[in-house]
């Protein structure tokens, strides 16, 4: 019982999430385009050079920049201390996207690699707890949820401040930039960093909110396993057909994870 009010709870966690951030996912993608701003940033230079002359406003030197053209998001590397830029011709977005990955290169040293070790100690520590409890090593379920609940809260505030910090940054890092380049014209700027906000306002709930859920779908991933568990050991007891046995169990499964997936896209 005490499995389906946790399933419940985290269901539930979601959908209030979405809704007091008002989460808009059509929205996250229609905002990408703008024939008009991209004539505005097509102005300047290269996303590369972009990234150096950015880096240089900020006094970073030590920063290495890399351009992958088959990737679609940019990302900083704290422990390479390396910037992927990602293939952005025509997007609008790319000042502001550069200078959020210069901002991350800039943040607390410490704190950037404490995320990436902990976010990937925590995945691993989340694989081998759902495998030794598939393997009926570990029964305590209850205690891996509750380790998995402050995991998942560490990381959640440690990412979430990193990200957030970065998001609000940029816009005025972006804003710093586009002033010192000179190119555009001010009632063009204006425009540019009308749309910048926009893109925060929308862009910053949904990273919290993407952060949040992640993080939740592995707690609700491990409660489905206990309940699987439970299942099949209460249907050992009532029958002797394995088939049976595991069919329902992954289609309780199949059920509940179509669920949250239904929550977080609508
Ligand atoms: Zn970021």
């Not at 290169?105 to 990436?116: A, E, G, I, P, Y």
């Not at 925060?200 to 309940?227: D, E």
Request: include cysteine; charge should be positive; charged fraction near 25%.
């Amino acid at each position: 019982m005490e499995y389906i009010v946790i399933i419940f709870l985290i269901i539930m966690s979601i959908i209030v999430f979405k809704i007091v951030f008002k989460v808009r996912i059509k929205e996250i993608k229609r905002v990408n385009e703008n024939k008009e701003l991209e004539e505005f940033t097509n102005k300047f230079p290269e996303n590369r050079k972009v990234t150096e002359e950015i880096l240089d406003m900020m006094e970073n030197k030590e920063v290495t920049i890399e351009e992958e053209k088959d990737t679609k998001t940019s990302l900083y590397i704290a422990i390479t201390n390396k910037i992927i830029i990602s293939d952005m011709k025509n997007n609008y977005g790319r000042i502001q996207t550069i200078a959020h990955e210069c901002v991350h290169s800039c943040q607390d040293r410490t704190l950037l690699l404490f995320n990436f070790i902990f976010a990937n100690l925590n995945n691993v520590y989340f694989l081998v707890i759902s495998i030794l409890t598939l393997c009926s090593v570990i029964h305590n379920y209850m205690l891996q949820i509750s380790i998995l609940t402050i995991l998942f809260l560490i990381e959640f505030s440690v990412r979430g401040f990193l990200e957030v910090n970065a998001m609000t940054k940029s816009r005025f890092v972006a804003e710093k930039y586009i002033d010192k380049k000179n190119i555009l014209l001010n009632s063009e700027k204006e425009k540019l960093l009308k749309e910048y906000d926009k893109i925060n306002n929308v862009g910053i709930p949904f990273t919290l909110f993407y952060l949040f859920s992640k993080g939740l779908i592995k707690i609700f991933i491990y409660t489905m396993i206990a309940i699987i568990i439970n299942l099949i050991w209460f249907f050992n007891i009532i029958s002797k057909n394995k088939t049976c046995k595991l069919i329902t169990g992954f289609i309780f499964l199949f059920q509940s994870y179509n669920i949250i997936i239904k929550v977080y896209k609508s």
